[in-house]
Nanobody
């Protein structure tokens, strides 16, 4: 089993920044990608960003591209999502997810992820 614990969410004004963290423990997930997804009230969960173990490949949703940076520290088994220029529409619960086996083709698909965290709330006020 793999446990994922997100942190770093909170309330921020529009234009502000937040850095989310996702700490992984348990079974090694070093071979797969890790991703961030989000779910706003009344909406389906959607892809935000993902990164493979080497960190050499990252992928972003158009809605956050240019405003967010995903990174990972394999020594700490932690993935980060730096979000800048936040907008009210970024308000959502943000979830961290991990693949056991790397699936680049489906890296933006929830179905390709095997483990999920409980989520952290991000609220952006206008």
């Amino acid at each position: 089993q793999v446990q994922l614990v997100e942190s770093g969410g909170g309330l921020v004004q529009a234009g502000g920044s937040l850095r989310l963290s996702c700490a992984a423990s348990g079974r090694t997930v070093s071979t797969g990608a890790m991703g961030w997804f989000r779910q706003a009230p009344g909406k389906e969960r959607e892809f935000v960003a993902a990164i493979r173990r080497s960190g050499g490949f990252t992928y972003y949703a158009d809605s956050v591209k240019g405003r967010s940076t995903i990174s990972r520290d394999n020594a700490k088994n932690t993935v980060y999502l730096q979000m800048n220029s936040l907008k009210p529409e970024d308000t959502a619960v943000y979830y961290c997810a991990a693949q056991l086996v790397l699936n680049i083709v489906s890296i933006a698909s929830q179905k390709s992820y095997d483990y999920w965290g409980q989520g952290t709330q991000v609220t952006v006020s206008s």
